[in-house]
């Protein structure tokens, strides 16, 4: 009974490059949230996606930022040409259709830009 | 924006019960409110969430008051390793499907020996 995955935990980029981070839900769920931590602060909310859709992308930022939810496979976000000030936990939730389900949470990957 | 209102901190003793209120005057009708914590920097744990009426569960207690504008989640007997921050979040409601959960800052418990 996997809960939700998210991969890799720890991940260092130099300044310019892209960042990818994975994350696989708990089987069967087929919304996947994405938040932010900054050191010493809240959970910030990014985007929420369904398979293969983009419901609320509120929070992320306007550029450089990307998710997606493919049919098949992972839920990626991808932070291109990363700058010192992403550096964050970066958590990914899961949760199953429905007005009153539960959103579980992975342990987050620590990006980490030098 | 987050639509609750938490004490930013407060203190427990070991083995006696914690209690965490939360104002969200502004919650609408079909809003649920949902708990979650977080141990040190370790993913948001779920605790517990209700619509209108008290729910319970083997971890804790969610007490809704009648007009739904505040809330309290119960601890019976806290331990040290309930020392964590508690976030209580409303919940979107998108035309009666769920959304996203927006955290505010919380409560950091400290459960002292």
């Known amino acids: 009974n996997a809960g939700v995955m998210q991969n890799p935990r720890h991940l260092v980029r130099r300044r310019g490059q892209e960042a990818r981070l994975r994350c696989s839900p708990v089987?069967?769920?087929?919304?996947v949230y994405w938040y932010r931590q900054l050191p010493e602060e809240g959970l910030k909310f990014m985007v929420y996606l369904q398979k293969e859709n983009i419901i609320d992308e509120s929070g992320m930022p306007k550029e450089r930022f990307s998710a997606e939810f493919p049919k098949e496979g992972p839920s990626i976000l991808r932070i291109q040409q990363v700058v010192r000030g992403d550096s964050a936990a970066y958590f990914c939730?899961?949760?199953?259709?429905?007005?009153?389900?539960?959103?579980?949470f992975g342990q987050g990957t620590r990006l980490t830009v030098v | 924006d987050a639509k609750t209102t938490q004490p930013p901190s407060m203190d427990c003793a070991e083995g006696r019960a914690a209690n965490l209120p939360c104002n969200h005057s502004?919650?609408?009708?079909?809003?649920?409110v949902y708990w979650y914590r977080q141990i040190h920097s370790q993913g948001p744990q779920y605790i517990i969430h209700g619509l209108k009426n008290n729910e319970t569960n083997e971890m804790a207690s969610l007490i809704i008051t009648e007009d739904r504008k505040s809330s309290t989640l119960i601890l019976p007997h806290a331990t040290l390793r309930d020392t964590a921050v508690y976030y209580c979040?409303?919940?979107?409601?998108?035309?009666?499907?769920?959304?996203?959960?927006?955290f505010g800052k919380g409560t950091k418990l400290s459960v002292k020996p």
């Open positions: 979040i409303v919940r979107v409601n998108y035309g009666g499907s769920q959304g996203n959960l927006i």
């Open positions: 939730a899961s949760s199953q259709p429905g007005a009153s389900t539960e959103a579980f």
């Open positions: 502004t919650i609408s009708g079909n809003e649920y």
């Open positions: 089987k069967g769920h087929s919304h």
